[in-house]
């Protein structure tokens, strides 16, 4: 055995338990995720934004489910592209890769413009083109300089974040029960208002609230360092999922029982920027309510930071994501192969993805940035449960009823609550991702002379 082989046979160690899974599933989430979408899911879904969130989360667990189950299948460092290849074919694989690659490119974009909403709404003086300006510069040159937030800057922002969450419930329940009694706390209202409640709302608002969960996938990439990988990556994965589902039901209850006119945050307001911008700060709004301005300030500062940790890790996962396709070849290497010696860093990708960011940010909001990211999410999800019932129920010689209840079903209705969640996206999304989805078909067929030769790899990170 060579040394190339021996190191290539090197494992990393198994040293991640249960517990540290889901704490790093629910760090990727953030316990905030919830709180941007809160204005526009509530008012798309007439008041039952709470609703949108539990439906969103049934979708998660299944596909979950589906994560896990190749997590088990292949116990390597994985993800959409890595199952889907392995699962379905190769081609599918990249196309899955595509539309995750999509995501990547997005998630930078809609930390920008929510970094330039909480900065503008503290700060309304300084035009909020120019904090997009502001913060695009800040990420790309964090990232230009190699330097990287730390594990336990992520810990701590994280309880951060969860104190804050903690006094915006605890402030919400106290202005509840003063003004409606202790009764008050306890209402059908934000699940079901019969006055309002309408399927159609409700499953455009679940495509826009699903983005809470973005991001629980990537407990698969530490297979390698798990402790009993079979077991453990599935059960992180959905634990996550339902621990994200709760607690961030939870803080938008609160939030609609705090303000149930849902339609008065944007009445009077004759624009439609203006009434983007009302929503975008909604859930600032209702802080002030009932925690006065220091909730208010308080909140506005952790979703300000909470934007700019998720934008420079998510615009440095984006740029070493052109690297690695620059370093295979799949796209020219002597731009996005390119590496500065000083810091290590894919300088070249890194200001690409910084111009391309600003450049966005000027043109989209962050209701329709945050429906892109899903449209890429939610196609790779889907890949990712035929994958898995691929594996588990059709590769399988006997087919049993039990077979059917645990190795198809979850996969199938995984991939119908995907579909149906992705359908229910505005047409506006579907004519931007549909052209980058056929870009990356064309592509494809270039690339492999009409689907005739070998697939170019995507090195996702």
Excluded at 65 to 94: C, L
């Amino acid at each position: 055995m060579n040394n190339h082989q021996a190191q290539s046979e090197k494992k990393l160690h198994r040293v991640l338990s249960l517990n540290d899974l889901i704490i790093y599933g629910i760090i990727l989430i953030q316990p905030v995720a919830a709180l941007p979408l809160f204005g526009h899911a509530n008012a798309i879904s007439r008041g039952h934004a709470v609703t949108s969130i539990l439906i969103a989360m049934i979708g998660m667990i299944l596909t979950a489910i589906s994560y896990g189950r190749m997590a088990n299948m292949y116990p390597v460092a994985g993800s959409a592209y890595t199952y889907v290849s392995k699962g379905i074919h190769s081609y599918a694989g990249f196309i899955a890769g595509w539309s995750m690659f999509m995501d990547y490119m997005f998630v930078p974009i809609i930390c920008v413009i929510y970094a330039g909403i909480t900065a503008n709404y503290l700060v309304s003086f300084i035009p909020y083109a120019i904090w997009l300006f502001i913060f695009a510069a800040l990420f790309t040159l964090v990232n230009l300089k190699g330097l990287k937030m730390a594990a336990i800057t992520n810990v701590v922002l994280m309880i951060t974040m969860s104190i804050v969450v903690f006094y915006f419930m605890g402030a919400a329940i106290r202005y509840i029960s003063i003004h409606n009694g202790f009764k008050g706390l306890f209402s059908l209202r934000p699940f079901y208002d019969k006055t309002t409640f309408s399927l159609r709302p409700i499953a455009s608002a679940t495509a826009l609230a699903a983005l809470t969960y973005i991001g629980f996938d990537g407990i698969t990439t530490l297979s390698e360092e798990v402790e009993n990988p079979k077991r453990n990556v599935l059960l992180a994965a959905v634990l996550t999922c339902v621990i994200t589902g709760i607690w961030s039901g939870a803080q938008i209850y609160l939030a609609q029982l705090s303000w149930p006119d849902w339609s008065s945050f944007t009445s009077g307001l004759d624009t439609e920027a203006a009434r983007n911008n009302a929503l975008d700060t909604a859930i600032m709004t209702v802080a002030r309510r009932v925690g006065g301005s220091l909730l208010d300030i308080a909140l506005t500062v952790v979703l300000l930071l909470a934007s700019v940790g998720s934008g420079i890790t998510a615009q440095i996962g984006a740029s070493r994501l052109l690297y690695g396709m620059g370093r295979d070849g799949v796209i020219p290497r002597a731009i996005f192969g390119h590496l500065d010696k000083k810091h290590s860093s894919p300088d070249y990708n890194v200001m690409i993805i910084g111009i391309l960011t600003l450049v966005s940010a000027l043109f989209f909001n962050y209701e329709e940035c945050a429906r892109l990211i899903n449209f890429g999410a939610f196609f790779a999800f889907m890949a990712v449960n035929i994958a898995s019932i691929r594996e588990y129920y059709f590769m399988i010689g006997k087919k049993t009823i039990k077979s059917f209840l645990i190795n198809f079903l979850p996969g199938a209705l995984g991939f119908l609550t995907c579909l149906i969640i992705w359908l229910n996206l505005p047409a506006k999304t579907f004519i931007i991702g549909g052209g980058w989805m056929a870009a990356g078909i064309i592509y494809l067929a270039i690339r492999t002379k009409g689907f005739q030769k070998q697939i170019p790899v995507i090195s996702l990170p």
